[in-house]
């Protein structure tokens, strides 16, 4: 309770100390859940933040532990829910992508041609995982065997790949 009092007062060494503490237990409670090291190290920073942030909102009925998983559990499934609408989003993007190379309308073609320049900017490793995804349509583990590298090295690698493309389709598709 003290620690939580301290911590409410912005004491930075208390909010240290729990984070020292905690950091691990965290880390490891969200891989077990999520299975993804990149969705885990999130989690546990935005967990420290929002602990931090919303601070004066801590309880003194429960221990600072319980706050911390409670508050880790709902940023993880916040975090997975913003995955898999972004996954959902890219999905479309793709298959919109194939109508167009199908339909083959003129204006679309340059729209096509950005996309195809967006892939080609990933790093080399991570547009070979891309491509082996979602256009070769290989399983991570096919994926990382292929590669010799692990399945949650070629999540990581798509996760990563499916946010850049997302963040910079938005300016393509736009207008459309």
Same mark, same amino acid.
């Given at each position: 309770m003290q620690m939580i009092q301290q911590i409410q007062s912005g004491n930075i060494q208390s909010f240290e100390k729990v984070y020292q503490q905690y #950091?691990?237990? +965290?880390?490891?409670? %969200? +891989? @077990? #859940?999520? #299975?993804? !090291?990149? +969705?885990? /190290?999130? !989690? %546990?920073?935005? !967990?420290f933040i929002k602990m931090w942030e919303n601070r004066k909102d801590l309880s003194l009925q429960y221990d600072i532990a319980i706050q911390l998983f409670r508050i880790a559990r709902s940023t993880m499934i916040d975090l997975l829910r913003k995955?898999? !609408?972004?996954?959902?989003y890219l999905l479309h993007a793709v298959d919109d992508i194939s109508d167009i190379q /199908?339909?083959?309308p003129t204006d679309y073609k340059e729209d096509l041609k950005q996309v195809e320049a967006l892939i080609e900017d990933l790093s080399p490793? @991570?547009?070979k995982v891309f491509k082996l995804s979602r256009f070769d349509e290989l399983s991570h583990k096919e994926i990382a065997e292929q590669l010799s590298i692990s399945p949650k090295t %070629? /999540?990581?690698h798509i996760g990563r790949a499916i946010r850049h493309l997302k963040d910079k389709m938005v300016f393509i598709f736009w207008f459309l």
């Open positions: #950091h691990s237990k +965290l880390y490891y409670y %969200v +891989l @077990r #859940h999520c #299975h993804s !090291t990149y +969705l885990s /190290e999130e !989690t %546990v920073q935005l !967990t995955e898999r !609408t972004a996954n959902r /199908e339909a083959g490793v @991570r547009k %070629v /999540e990581n």
